[in-house]
């Protein structure tokens, strides 16, 4: 069977014979794949010039409903990708994260997307900014999806994981994608493809396949294109350092093998949770996916005092492991991904033994269960100790990307906190730790070499992720040797795949580019109360000027009675020396209150609930005697999707309240939030 690419819009056999790719459990040949006599360039173009506008025509909510759709339709295929997953030696456990864990992205980015961006095809980056005098010119960023393409070239540990992760955040972003992943599992890659094309969900040129080779197609990038990498840190610096890709200022986000710690805390002595917590940690890192983890823990540090017991622990707790076939009931850790792998490993294994001694494994000398480990890429579970790891370097240079670690030991605090940054920029770090003392000074000293710090104790162990689990709401990346890119990370790395860009102009000017009211722009008045339309028919800047008030000593006292608020600068007014009030002050929750029964309208209308306050600041103090009003001014719009179990089809209108006194100074100005009908 010949793998086929997916370009153009079209299903395509690559030219030639092609790369045999073989069964890393049975040795068996499963197909070739080759990617000859694709057309790259034209692929950069289909996907510029047919997936990315039909990709920008649609909202932030519109791409997050699309993930959730394409989430739920490969959440009912699993089984068949559980099928193929084996082929790559992937026990049950391993293919929920690669299956499970991908599909598992795109329901996150499908709900943050809905949640935390707007229904807009781009997003208004923070505050405006007031740039002259008088408040006629002001500038604020927005960020646009870019017109390019995202080329994901991806590693072969993880082949559905490592697409879905990344193709959920470029579309959230309104970006089309080329995948391109790591050849000798690209045949489960493949099978994902097939059905997401399949199901018709996405717009056609978002998405494109390549298995096998990229030949020029970095050639053709530009200033609008994303690159992405993971893994080795050699090749990824060789694809970032083409002339093409500097020459155009390519955006390349790499995210490379490092070489990950984790340590146990001083006190964490055998016996103590911690301790246990450790030792199940560093063993289920070598062994989950055979240790082809980017961000499996490759240095092991541990007190001085304890290495003895932190050695003996993880040979009794690994001698346990079961390696063989994944199907076979029992079997804990399965095959690398190739034979290509097991020599690669092997190697470098062979490069840490002439600084480090060979405590666990590492020989021929292994049995495995329900498969020959001649014909199959096993590799048995390997420990090594490093005695002086403060004048060897090999440990902190070198991975071997399979279930190797490395034990080392350290004396201070400040010695924990050194070895771990010798690896010199990593993905991950993992403390073991009850004392928090301890945590934060490897938190303060460690965080600028590494990607990402978990912290766990008995207290968090129950429900933490562990050490190697990358999640969507958080960065994945690191400096140094892991690439210096990001990848996830929430929204943020949604905005990896868009052009922020400053727009100055009058507040009007802005209001209406961006559809969001701007401090100082036009305002409309209506005869009609704004609380008495429907969601589209209000617009953005429609305001309502409320008639005035005028705030007594009465008011104060009430509210102070029935608020049990009775902080003294609103019930004594002979403990105001020094202060910054001239005489008893009105609440500034009694302003809000006031606010609201000025601008409410009390007639049944479309607004269904006023459901929360999302900023009030108090600009002026209110004293008794002084009459206030209220300018309410619709501020955005945001449409919200039906929900089954919704009597009412609504959208949310946020509303600026601008209470004012009789100086016309802002007293108080805030957003309210209020859900209004919809027509259906």
């Given amino acids: 069977m010949k793998l086929k690419n997916y370009a153009l819009g079209k299903w395509v056999e690559g030219e030639g014979e092609g790369r045999p790719l073989f069964n890393a459990v049975t040795g068996e040949k499963i197909a070739t794949s080759t990617s000859d006599g694709l057309d790259f360039k034209a692929m950069l173009e289909y996907g510029r010039t047919i997936g990315g506008p039909a990709l920008r025509k649609m909202t932030f909510h519109d791409r997050a409903r699309m993930l959730k759709a394409l989430a739920l339709h490969l959440n009912e295929k699993k089984s068949t990708f559980y099928a193929m997953s084996s082929a790559t030696g992937a026990t049950k456990g391993d293919s929920w994260i ?98 997401i094309i399949a199901s018709g969900i996405l717009p056609e040129g978002s998405l494109q396949l390549i298995c096998g080779g990229v030949g020029d197609l970095l050639d053709h990038v530009n200033e609008q294109d994303v690159v992405t990498f993971t893994g080795s840190a050699s090749t990824g610096r060789m694809l970032k350092s083409r002339p093409n890709i500097i020459n155009n200022s390519v955006r390349f986000n790499m995210e490379a093998d490092s070489l990950n710690f984790s340590l146990l805390g001083p006190e964490a002595g055998p016996g103590t949770e911690e301790f246990k917590l450790f030792i199940k940690e560093v063993a289920r890192e070598m062994t989950v996916k055979a240790g082809q983890k980017c961000t499996a823990i490759r240095r092991t540090i541990v007190p001085d005092a304890m290495t003895e017991a932190v050695i003996e622990a993880l040979k009794e707790r690994l001698s346990g492991t079961k390696i063989g076939n ?70 902190h240079n070198i991975e071997a990307f399979g279930p190797v670690s490395t034990v080392m030991a350290y004396k201070t605090e400040d010695e924990a906190a050194e070895l771990a940054k010798m690896g010199r920029g990593s993905l991950c770090g993992s403390i073991f730790t009850a004392d928090n003392d301890f945590a934060k000074h490897m938190a303060i000293n460690t965080a600028a070499q590494h990607g990402r710090l978990v912290f766990i104790n008995k207290d968090s162990a129950g429900e933490s992720t562990g050490h190697g689990s990358p999640l969507p709401h958080l960065v994945h990346g690191g400096p140094g040797r892991a690439g210096g890119g990001e990848e996830m990370g929430g929204i943020r790395g949604v905005f990896h795949y868009m052009q922020r860009t400053a727009i100055q102009a009058s507040p009007t000017t802005l209001m209406k580019i961006t559809n969001k009211y701007m401090p100082g722009a036009e305002q409309k008045e209506d005869v009609i109360h ?65 606010a609201a029964g000025l601008f409410v309208h009390p007639k049944k209308g479309p607004v269904v609930a006023n459901y929360g306050v999302e900023e009030f600041r108090f600009t002026k103090p209110v004293y008794p005697g002084m009459t206030l009003g209220v300018k309410l001014t619709c501020k955005q719009k945001t449409w919200k999707e039906k929900r089954e179990d919704d009597k009412v089809a609504t959208g949310e209108v946020k509303w600026q309240v601008e209470v004012y006194d009789e100086e016309n100074e802002t007293c108080a100005v805030g957003t309210i939030l209020t859900l209004v009908k919809r027509k259906e």
């Fill in 98 to 195: 690669d299956i499970d864990g991908g599909i598992g992205n795109l329901f996150v980015y499908a709900s943050k997307g809905r949640r935390e961006l707007p229904d807009e095809s781009f997003y208004i980056d923070g505050p405006p900014e007031a740039i002259s005098k008088e408040g006629t010119f002001i500038g604020q960023h927005i960020a646009v999806p870019l017109e390019g393409v995202a080329v994901h070239i991806n590693a072969f540990n993880f082949p559905c994981w490592g697409m879905l992760e990344k193709i959920a955040v470029n579309l959230l972003a309104g970006v089309p994608a080329i995948v391109k992943p790591a050849t000798a599992t690209s045949y489960l890659t493949e099978l994902m493809v097939v059905e």
């Fill in 326 to 395: 994944p199907s076979v009931e029992g079997v804990r850790m399965g095959p690398l991904a190739s034979l290509d792998q097991v020599a690669d490993v092997k190697d470098k294994v062979a490069q840490l033994r002439t600084s480090c001694e060979l405590v666990y494994g590492g020989t021929d000398d292994y049995e495995v269960v329900g498969a020959d480990k001649e014909k199959g890429a096993f590799m048995p579970t390997t420990l090594l100790y490093c005695d002086d790891p403060f004048n060897k370097a090999e440990p």
């Fill in 530 to 594: 704004p609380f008495a339309k429907m969601f589209e028919e209000l617009e953005v800047g429609e305001t309502l000027v409320t008639h005035k008030r005028t705030v007594t000593e009465t008011d104060v006292v009430n509210f102070a009675n029935v608020s049990w608020d009775h902080f003294y600068a609103h019930t004594d007014a002979t403990s105001l020396d020094e202060t910054i009030f001239e005489k008893r002050v009105a609440h500034g929750y009694f302003v809000m209150s006031m």
